[in-house]
């Protein structure tokens, strides 16, 4: 059982990292309604169920991924207990030999380590080099649960101010595939 504080929907006090902060800070300036919680380091998406809860939105999963060349880069976010199928994926855009990047691209790209990437990581990429990819079932739901860039806390927004607003905040579109 992890460590999880009461829900909140004013601004992060104490000691925060700087996505974090920035996540926060673009939420509030667009005025789009969130909730968040602290919590202990979460390493899987197992331990992300009991959040889920706690927020009423599940925490989804962030897969960064990249082709073999290292000169294309992608953002999947999908359903928690989706299994991941790299064939799939990769068919649905049409392209091949996809693999899980290394964590020095995934700091260098969304400027997190393993374990921290979100859609709010791409808050840190400013050329466009990440596209982002959504799984139907994630953009149909009313709610969307994710780090803001560390796993020690967790946000709630509606799915469609992330897709509507956040994310064009940010000069990101979304690919919506079904996998």
């Not at 460590?3 to 789009?32: A, F, M, Q, W, Y």
């Not at 809860?53 to 989706?82: T, V």
């Not at 392209?95 to 808050?123: C, D, H, T």
């Amino acid at each position: 059982m992890i460590n999880i504080s009461e829900i909140k929907s004013d601004l992060p006090k104490g000691k925060r990292t700087n996505i974090e902060l920035k996540s926060h800070e673009i939420l509030n300036e667009l005025c789009l309604e969130y909730e968040w919680v602290d919590n202990d380091e979460v390493s899987s998406m197992e331990e992300c169920t009991e959040i889920s809860e706690k927020l009423g939105a599940e925490i989804r999963k962030s897969i960064f991924l990249c082709n073999r060349q290292k000169n294309m880069f992608f953002l999947l976010i999908m359903p928690a207990n989706k299994a991941f199928d790299t064939k799939v994926f990769s068919a649905a855009l049409n392209v091949p030999r996809l693999s899980f990047a290394s964590g020095e691209l995934m700091e260098k790209y969304l400027g997190v380590l393993p374990g921290n990437a979100s859609v709010m990581s791409l808050i840190n990429d400013k050329d466009n080099s990440v596209q982002l990819v959504i799984d139907n079932e994630v953009a149909k739901d009313d709610w969307f649960g994710c780090n803001p860039g560390v796993n020690t806390s967790h946000i709630k927004i509606k799915t469609n101010d992330l897709i509507d607003k956040f994310l064009p905040y940010i000069n990101h579109k979304p690919t919506i595939i079904c996998l």
